[in-house]
């Protein structure tokens, strides 16, 4: 058993980390007239030259830039494809005194398009920051919401009924070609590694949200199975050489959650159908059920296991997430599993209840458990 040289790694992370506090205040800035857009860049630009440090100095391989010229790991995406109209998400406090985030609305008003290339220019200054700092054993990774999130949230209703009378094929090819268009931009970037963020399969693990889609007009039992092809349609535009992998997410705001529920009801379809390379699985506590959902995984997918949280500060042991990593090698072949925190640190800006010390040491406890696992 050795390390993985390519994506995705054995000691791999989902994508977002806190920001800095001179980058929100510098955003708050923008959001006020005081800065332009290319000064509020610029700071980007700063702060993500250290983040990249920060992920080589702890040892990781796939190499982010933090999200950090994102607001919403979602919206920010979806919102600059033709044809999409999103509203920005509203923050509701709860009685306890807790905030969660509101779904937020996504429209397809319109036939949807790959209109411009939408990570383009930000990779290419990852990239750039990576070959500075000469790390050869690096992959620069690019996230992007699932387009699974331009029906999930609204179903048919969500979905102009003007430019799709029939959602199938049109709608799912439509949508499929634009994400064809942009990972094949940013594959002829020198792109080789992009992960898709989806929370609905892990939203249909769950039985309000299993009702809520009830609600809707849609079966939860047939959706994941319809959501497999429809990722399939955008796996068959991926370019050669490029890894393409999936983040199921429970919903991450502020160290909260928005589902759970066991892997099972979607399990066949996500591990056995979908034609990804790799699925990024949030298995920090008991929301997530047991390992048993890991039988379904084909023989040429990979699984990384994401055993450490990234919504509270307490450190894991070494000795706990080996005795996890044994559990689910139970189900599926320890060669096929990899090692990542659940979720990103900060998925939207405003980050988690998490300091960046503790931050650093979570990394470091992923790599360094990685390395005794299969080094």
Same mark, same amino acid.
């Given at each position: ?53 920060? #992920? ?26 033709g044809g999409v109209k999103t509203d920005i998400p509203v923050t509701i406090v709860k009685p306890d005194g807790t905030e969660e985030l509101a779904p937020p609305v996504i429209r397809v008003i319109d036939k949807v398009r790959h209109a411009k290339n939408i990570q383009l220019a930000d990779f290419q200054y990852l990239k750039a920051q990576v070959e500075a700092l000469g790390l050869k054993a690096a ?174 500060? #307490? ?43 503790? #931050? ?16």
């Amino acid at each position: 058993m050795t390390l993985r040289s390519h994506a995705p790694f054995r000691a791999d992370h989902v994508g977002s980390f806190l920001r800095p506090a001179y980058l929100l205040e510098a955003r708050e800035q923008k959001a006020k007239g005081a800065i332009t857009a290319e000064q509020l860049r610029a700071v980007e630009d700063r702060a993500i030259t250290e983040i990249v440090k920060f #992920q080589a100095d702890v040892g990781l391989q796939a190499i982010t830039d933090g999200e950090f010229r994102r607001t919403y790991f979602h919206i920010d995406f979806l919102e600059q494809l033709g044809g999409v109209k999103t509203d920005i998400p509203v923050t509701i406090v709860k009685p306890d005194g807790t905030e969660e985030l509101a779904p937020p609305v996504i429209r397809v008003i319109d036939k949807v398009r790959h209109a411009k290339n939408i990570q383009l220019a930000d990779f290419q200054y990852l990239k750039a920051q990576v070959e500075a700092l000469g790390l050869k054993a690096a992959t620069p990774k690019v996230t992007i919401p699932s387009p699974t999130m331009l029906h999930f949230r609204g179903g048919r209703a969500g979905i102009s009924k003007e430019a799709y009378p029939d959602l199938d094929p049109a709608f799912y090819d439509d949508v499929a070609k634009a994400y064809g268009d942009e990972l094949q931009s940013l594959a002829d970037a020198g792109c080789t590694y992009v992960q898709m963020d989806d929370t609905n399969m892990a939203y249909l693990c769950d039985e309000r949200m299993r009702e809520a889609a009830r609600q809707r007009g849609d079966d939860p039992n047939e959706l994941p199975h319809r959501y497999a092809s429809f990722i399939n349609k955008v796996v068959a535009h991926k370019p050669a050489g490029m890894t393409l992998a999936m983040h199921l997410c429970r919903g991450n705001f502020k160290s909260t959650h928005a589902a759970a529920g066991n892997y099972e009801p979607v399990a066949e379809a996500l591990l056995s159908e979908m034609k990804l390379d790799a699925f990024f699985l949030e298995y920090d506590d008991d929301r997530s059920g047991d390992f048993r959902p890991l039988r379904y995984l084909s023989k040429d997918k990979i699984v990384v296991l994401g055993l450490v949280t990234t919504k509270f500060g #307490q450190l894991e042991t070494k000795d706990a997430l080996k005795r996890r990593i044994e559990e689910a090698a139970k189900y599926a072949p320890l060669d096929q599993l990899c090692l990542s925190p659940q979720c990103g640190f900060s998925s939207t800006v405003h980050g988690n209840n998490i300091a960046v010390e503790d #931050q650093r040491k979570k990394l470091a406890l992923v790599v360094e458990t990685a390395q005794e696992v299969w080094g």
